[in-house]
């Protein structure tokens, strides 16, 4: 204890000895906390620590008194220490003395990568990571080691087998510029530009952006007045582009201009679209509404396929409709049109066979027709080229067939028929009579099915009409033109010029039985208006004979 008193008289002055003397500083023993306790100021290493960790017997031993005895001891030490500073040092420069921490973030995620290829800037990307190296003060190996973490691709390949025998940054970054970034082709240039044009989803301001960077980055050199030109190649819409074809032709200003205007008119089009964006509908609570009011119904398809356990009248399980206890309310064509769908499932040849329903509700013409003096109904087909007999109406009415037939019929679908015969059929339908080579066919839909050979053998045209759901033909006499050319007997006059007449026969129509259609069919737009022309005046029929009487044509006086 008495080195402790030594060191306290030989330390340095108070601050206060300034103005109040020189003297000794002299600490004043205080009285310890508790009875017969030594100071504080006066104990040892070992004594604080045997009297923290050991309080004395008369104390309370609550925690507050011990919290208190430690704290002392704790500024006893540091008045020591301040004791203790060496001379020519201020208490006020020992206190002052601060340790100072600086941490820089990690932001090597920053910085952009490079894989080697022809859309990566190679001078973009080491200018970026030696910028990073001079804020964040980093060394030559922690400049090597972000390069290495943002290489991507070939580049990365190359590193694994050159690129890690170099140590520092720049004996590193030079080879991976010679073998990365080589200047591009002439060719390689135009296509790499040409391949950078407009989407549709995109404004021309970041199209026009995006590709003059790729113009300047080959070391070809272009006027402002080339760039724009190549600029509006590359637009997508074809209404912008004579705008802005206009407005070059007329400025021939920079590219700044250029995208000056184009930015202008990505503008207008952006009012313009929200202009014709729909007012926002909140369809929840209608749609919310609609489920609470109306009835949850399953509506199917009509032709759609129904399981095998499933009545197709009542749509019911565990019963078909044959055996439905619903009333059957299909009218007696839909019943029939049943009937020949079923008979064409089940018979062999029902593959080329159409099964077609003999209602006038149907796209179908029907004609009464009469076949060898048998009274049928006809099919009007304007699409069959040839004409054709049912096997079994031939067979009933005992016609004349020849079996020896080679020759296939092709249908509309790709599918092709073999003709069991060939009759000779003379149809009358109407007042119109020829006589036809008809093919006889197995299970064909009508008894008979004129085609285009019976049309072409009548001497009449045809016409069809549709007026107020009434579809009806008529027939017009094909048109005959006779040429008539005369000329002059006497050998001491000129020849006449040539006369030409065309005769023209009476216009015969003859009105078909009247068939109700639901949808309008395709006429002879000619005939029609040649028709409508005629039917009021028959233009006269010229007279060949009373040619002489008349009075002779202007000559040629040549």
């Known amino acids: ?27 004043m023993t205080p009285q310890g906390i508790f009875e017969d306790s030594i100071s504080p100021t006066r104990l040892t290493r070992m004594d604080a620590i045997e009297n923290r960790t050991t309080p004395n017997e008369n104390s309370n031993g609550t925690l507050e008194l ?6 002392l001891q704790m500024m006893a030490r540091l008045l020591q220490r301040q004791l203790e500073t060496p001379p020519g040092t201020s208490n006020d420069n020992a206190t002052s003395a601060q340790l100072q921490i600086t941490t820089t973030p990690d932001l090597t995620g920053t910085l952009p990568t490079y894989s080697g290829t022809e859309s990566d800037n190679f001078a973009q990307w080491k200018t970026a990571v030696e910028s990073m190296h001079e804020r964040c003060a980093w060394t030559e190996a922690a400049t090597i080691n972000a390069g290495i973490s943002r290489i991507r691709g070939r580049t990365a390949t190359w590193h694994r087998t050159t690129g890690h025998l170099h140590a520092d940054w720049t004996s590193w970054v030079t080879p991976l510029k010679t073998e990365f970034d080589k200047p591009l082709l002439f060719c390689q240039w135009v296509a790499y530009v040409d391949a950078r044009a407009q989407r549709e989803n995109k404004t021309m301001t970041d199209y026009i952006y995006a590709c003059v960077q790729r113009i300047r980055r080959a070391l070809y050199k272009l006027s402002d ?40 008119m990505d503008k207008r089009d952006v009012e313009i679209s929200d202009e014709k964006k729909p007012p926002a509908v909140n369809k929840s609570s209608k749609l919310s509404e609609r489920n609470a009011t109306e009835p949850t119904t399953i509506t199917t398809p009509k032709y759609a396929r129904l399981p095998a356990d499933t009545c197709a009248r009542c749509k019911r399980k565990r019963h078909r409709a044959i055996n439905c206890p619903d009333p059957d309310t299909r009218t007696e064509d839909e019943k029939a049109a049943a009937v020949q769908r079923r008979q064409a499932k089940s018979s062999p040849e ?26 049928s109904q006809a099919l009007w087909d304007t699409g069959c080229a040839v004409t054709l007999i049912d096997q079994q109406f031939a067979q009933k009415h005992k016609f004349e067939v020849a079996t020896d037939v080679d020759c296939v019929l092709g249908g509309p679908f790709g599918n092709s028929c073999k003709p069991t015969g060939v009759t000779q059929a003379r149809i009358t339908i109407s007042d119109n009579c020829a006589t036809v080579e008809a093919k006889v066919i197995k299970n064909l839909p009508y008894e008979v099915m004129v085609g285009l050979d019976w049309r072409q053998a009548i001497p009449f045209d ?30 001491d006059t000129q ?43 028959t233009p006269p029929l010229h007279d060949n004979s009373a040619q002489s009487t008349q009075a002779p044509l202007a000559t040629d006086d040549r």
Not at 464 to 482: P, S
Request: glycine content about 4%.
């Open 462 to 491: 045809y016409i069809e009409r549709y007026d107020h759901g009434i579809h009806t033909i008529e027939f017009i006499q094909k048109l005959k033109k006779n040429v008539c050319i005369s000329t002059s007997s006497d050998s």
């Open 225 to 264: 007045d080339d760039v724009v030109d190549w600029l509006i190649q590359g637009v997508w819409s074809t209404n912008v582009k004579p705008m802005l074809v206009a407005f070059h032709d007329l400025r021939r200003g920079r590219i700044a201009e250029f995208l000056h205007y184009a930015q202008q």
């Open 350 to 375: 029902g593959i080329n066979r159409v099964a077609i329903a003999e209602t006038s509700g149907r796209r179908i013409i029907l004609l009464q027709a009469s076949v060898n003096d048998i009274t």
């Open 495 to 537: 020849p006449s010029l040539s006369n030409f007449a065309t005769e023209l026969s009476t216009v015969n129509l003859v009105k078909c039985e009247s068939i109700k259609y639901s949808k309008k069919m395709s006429s002879a737009t000619q005939l029609k208006r040649f028709h409508e022309k005629t039917q009021d005046t």
């Open 66 to 71: 011990v919290m208190l005895n430690t704290m």
């Open 1 to 27: 204890m008495q080195t402790d008193h030594i060191e306290v008289k030989n330390s340095t002055l108070i601050a206060n000895e300034a103005a109040f003397g020189t003297n000794e500083l002299k600490l």
